[in-house]
């Protein structure tokens, strides 16, 4: 059974840090597209970081760029969000997500753009004082 499921998510004051784990089941990340979106209260869901299948090309939303890093650890099966700088806005539930197919020609901007096959359930990250 193919399953994402994320942790690391909770309440966290402005300017604090976290890091968001999705670990996989039922197939292996190594060679496949990854990456991470969120859904703000009343917002559509964004993509705001994601990893092409060859590693070669990650994007970044403006709002998060230079403070969010994607990961991941294919020992692990896993994929990971470093937050830095954290800032009310940032409030959400973070998804991480991944294609059905291995080695996909797409970069990083086309998945965060247009979505990915398998979706974990989400974790909740509050940004507040």
């Known amino acids: 059974q193919v399953q994402l499921v994320e942790s690391g998510g909770g309440l966290v004051q402005p300017g604090g840090s976290l890091r968001l784990s999705c670990a996989a089941s039922?197939?292996?990340?190594?060679?496949?597209?990854i990456g991470w979106f969120r859904q703000a209260p009343g917002k559509e869901r964004e993509g705001i970081s994601c990893?092409?299948?060859?590693?070669?090309?990650?994007y970044y939303v403006n709002s998060v760029k230079g403070r969010f890093t994607i990961s991941r650890d294919n020992a692990k099966n896993t994929v990971y969000l470093q937050m830095n700088g954290l800032k009310p806005e940032d409030t959400a539930v973070y998804y991480c997500?991944?294609?059905?197919?291995?080695?996909?020609?797409?970069?990083?901007?086309?998945?965060?753009?247009?979505?990915?096959?398998?979706w974990g359930k989400g974790t909740l990250v509050t940004v507040s004082s």
């Open positions: 997500a991944t294609e059905r197919d291995e080695r996909t020609f797409y970069g990083g901007s086309y998945y965060c753009r247009n979505g990915m096959d398998y």
């Open positions: 990893m092409g299948s060859n590693d070669g090309s990650t």
């Open positions: 039922g197939f292996t990340l190594a060679h496949r597209a």
